[in-house]
């Protein structure tokens, strides 16, 4: 019988597979349980082979641990104690599920013989993220966990065990002395890019002997390791897509009415593809290719309008922000096709009515390429719907939330995050493309929730390594203003958040609850469980976190902040009048239609 590994020997061959796995970042909430690998993690960051982050709010430190990998395309593991600790991570869980990102769960646990007996902070931890992870492992306390994290880290990259590794494949079908025969129970999204839980039980004793592990290690604030985005999975603009995707449509030999919508995540590929098949492109802004001559600006206010004469539609990326959009996919009169050269997480085989095309060739079979005046017509609506957007913005008195999407859409380099609800979708209506692509833009779309901004903000800016800025309304940043506590000595993002406070939830005046609300008997429930007024002071919070706080009162001030370098953390507070909201939107698409009427004639 081989002899069980104490629980600080357990603790150290897992990190050492997660480093052999390419984790360069591990966030850690503090917990007893834990312990062990918060010391053998410790250890391993006096080597430099990776950074620590500690936070004391587990939901904060999953969302942290999300931006890291989203940030550093890599996967970032992040560590809790047992029990109620382990379900604050599911938010995050869920969106990365959603949107394919390699975030780890290593929870801490309970032996087996202490499950069901009542012991302290103990529950069933295995299985508890169900559907939403890869692969869950539990592992055996005293067993070497090796083999089991390394194939779970694998499972998160969406891989099989690669040929190339044959050592690793001969280790899992035959473990070695002490190694753990504990096998990943694989999810229903196994094959894709994802989350996995790894659930590591520990028995006393949790601490290290007196022999002497760590070196001291000076406070302040963390450079050490600071990975770039081309230490993990390549970045979109890196990546080397078909040649065909971006060459003249060789394969088009036929003409139609297509337009490429972009979603999120689609990539610079969406552009290349749009340009080289004479096609107008309708990009959200975290598709990161709403940019280059065929970009429309305001295309949702089009829809109604020119949409009518489409008769195909290519689809890049998952489309999310606006009914426009989904009512054109809907369209039983236009044949629509989704480019997914590789399985996704977001949708499930057969349950979306876009044919669904792997090969370039195809795709651009299926496209062809625009005939004469198609993408002429469309840029010249975009155009014709930019100029009187402003002209519309321009004569309101004061600031609105979408003249602040349009300037930091315009004044932002580096990173970009854009928060749910009404900041993205004022982006995309505002944010006039451009050129060149100015910044990589990031957005928690795979479940579209306000949870989770601050952090996955802070760890885009830690993973990345570069000035990042976040714009979001007030409601996201108090729903995760905890996240804006860092303990002294932690490494410290560049990061500038851009709050839009209208006092509440301003998305559903334009809703048809705001229809609702304009009847006096709903007014007051309206504004009560819609609204959602508050009270809260900004500036005192954000002094409260040690945060660096400015108040813009005008266009002009609100150009120059966001012209100035992003160095250390701070928020710009941009206060606007929501009680407009609904009839300012309705202005614009009424001088959207004016501008733009007699292009049809």
Sequence with gaps: MTAQLSSMEAARLAVKALVWGGVRDVVVAPGSRSAPLAYALAEAETRDELRL???????????????????????????????TAVGELLPAVMEANHAGVELLVISADRPEEMRGTGANQTTVQPGLFGIHVRSAVDIPAGDDPTDAIRTSLLNAKGIPLPPALDDLRAMAATPSP?????????????????????????????????????????????????????????????????????????????????????????????????????????????????????????????LSRFGTLAERVVVFG????????????????????????????????????????????????????????????????????????IQVLDAEPGLTGLRVGRSVWLNTRGRLVLGSSNPIRDVDLAGTPIDTPDAFVHANRGLAGIDGTVATSSGIALGAGTATRALMGDLTFLHDAGSLLLGPGEPEPDLQIVVVNDSGGGIFSTLEHGKVGEQASYASAVERLFGTPHRADLASLAAGYGVQHRQVKDTDELDAVLSEPVTGRSMVEVRTDRSRLRSLHAEVAAAIATATSGLLD
């Design 53 to 83: 982050h500690v936070r004391i709010d587990e939901r904060g430190a999953a969302f942290t641990a999300l931006g890291l990998s989203l940030g550093s395309l890599r996967p970032v593991p992040v560590v809790t104690t047992s029990g």
């Design 178 to 302: 002490g190694q753990s025969t504990a096998s990943p129970d694989l999810g229903p999204h196994h094959g894709t890019v994802g989350p996995v839980h790894i659930n590591l039980p520990f028995r006393d004793p949790l601490f290290p002997g007196p022999e002497p592990v760590l070196a001291a290690k000076e406070s302040g604030r963390q450079e050490g390791i600071v990975p770039t985005a081309m230490d993990g999975r390549e970045p979109d603009w890196a990546i080397d897509w078909p040649v065909s995707l971006a060459e003249p449509a060789v394969h088009a030999t036929d003409e139609h009415r297509t337009v490429v919508v972009a979603g999120h995540g689609a990539g610079a590929v969406a552009e290349a593809f749009a340009r080289a098949h004479r096609l107008p492109l309708l990009a959200e802004p975290s598709s990161n290719a709403r940019f280059g001559p065929n970009a429309i600006g305001p295309y949702r206010m089009l």
């Design 318 to 389: 998952r489309p999310t922000l606006s009914r426009p959009v989904a009512a054109l996919l809907a369209r039983e009169d236009v044949q629509t096709a989704l480019y997914q050269p590789e399985p996704v997480a977001w949708f499930e085989p057969g349950r979306r009515r876009e044919r669904v095309i792997s090969e370039p060739e195809d795709l651009s079979l299926f496209a062809g390429s625009g005939p004469d005046g198609w993408l002429q017509l469309w840029r010249q609506a975009g155009g014709a719907a930019d100029v009187a957007l």
